[in-house]
């Protein structure tokens, strides 16, 4: 199989679960392209949002597609560590202590409201999505691969929640903000309720297997055929640089940034179809890799300056070399 046939596939892959998605979905494909992109280049997503906007459907419906373990966990503030790693508790049969898993065991899990767990819980995160894999009293255990984390936060409550832990915040390889649909699509939701369209039980019951789970390992590897020039990636490292030299920023991002965008634009080329990547590639995920990542100034906060345009400024002002 040719070069140009591997990403071809990578492409139609994509189209076709896009496709199954929005059967049921009203207005999410720029999340069902960002969910592709993460977990292609292996890497997992924040989520920032009201409620109601299908994050988790979203997420079922791409298991249920690839044929994957689903597992969710909603967090609160009383929520320990066991709770979502496993605990090992006493056999009376075996009269033995046997691990019993909790729901980080899964090929996608979606954590909803990170920041209601206290740093304690959160911490026990740092390992799972970096390392792909679980300590639990002294012992290692792999997760499932893929392994893929979403996480939902939402900004707007703030009476129980924790800040998160700026560690853990650069372990999402990419963030996205989820915002209510627009008129026509909110129109179309009530249209498909009326047709009994938005049914999770029988639309679930109708998903086939677009593929099997050793399908993403091999789409992963035919991407890694796509071609990153030196000054794509000199681009890449300037970009990121810039974030640390800006005046209004307090804190930049970090090398995985630099990783972040490398991988991603790589994913981006392939769903296009493309064997090589270009800086308009890295361009369309630099909001996605970067939002997270950085922390204004006290006095650019003051100034009334927003994140969303300091990350502008820079996109604007770094040239490709």
Not at 43 to 49: E, N, W
Not at 98 to 114: A, M, T, Y
Request: with cysteine.
């Amino acid at each position: 199989m040719s070069e140009e046939t591997d990403l071809s596939d990578v492409s139609r892959r994509y189209e076709e679960i896009r496709s199954h998605i929005n059967q049921y979905l009203v207005g999410k494909d720029q999340l069902i392209e960002l969910m592709a992109i993460a977990l292609l280049s292996e890497g997992h997503i924040l989520i920032q949002g009201v409620p109601g906007t299908a994050k988790t459907t979203i997420a079922k419906a791409f298991a249920k597609i690839l044929g994957y373990t689903f597992s969710r966990v909603q967090c609160a503030v009383d929520t320990q560590p066991a709770d979502i790693l496993g605990i090992r508790v006493y056999d009376q049969a075996t009269g033995e202590f046997v691990l019993r898993k909790g729901p980080i065991f899964s090929n996608i899990l979606l954590i909803d409201e990170l920041n209601r767990l206290n740093p304690r819980t959160q911490s026990a995160f740092i390992e799972v999505m970096s390392e792909r894999q679980v300590t639990i009293e002294g012992e290692t255990h792999p997760l499932p691969s893929p392994f893929f984390v979403m996480a939902t936060q939402n900004p707007y409550e703030f009476e129980g929640t924790f800040p998160l832990i700026e560690a853990q915040k650069d372990r999402f390889m990419y963030s996205f903000i989820s915002e209510y649909l627009n008129s026509d699509d909110e129109l179309e939701v009530l249209r498909r309720l009326d047709s009994g369209r938005l049914n999770w039980d029988t639309y679930s019951a109708g998903l086939d297997k677009l593929t099997h789970d050793a399908d993403i390992v091999r789409l992963r590897q035919e991407i890694e055929s796509v071609h990153i020039e030196e000054r794509v990636s000199r681009y890449i490292r300037d970009l990121v640089i810039a974030t640390r030299q800006n005046g209004d920023i307090g804190l930049g991002a970090s090398t995985r940034a630099s990783i972040a965008f490398y991988r991603g634009s790589k994913v981006v080329a392939a769903l296009k179809g493309r064997t090589f990547v270009t800086p308009d590639d890295v361009r369309e995920i630099a909001f996605n890799v970067l939002h997270h990542r950085l922390i204004l100034r006290r006095e650019a906060e003051i100034a009334g300056i927003t994140l969303d345009a300091v990350i502008r400024g820079i996109i604007g002002s770094v040239e490709v070399p």
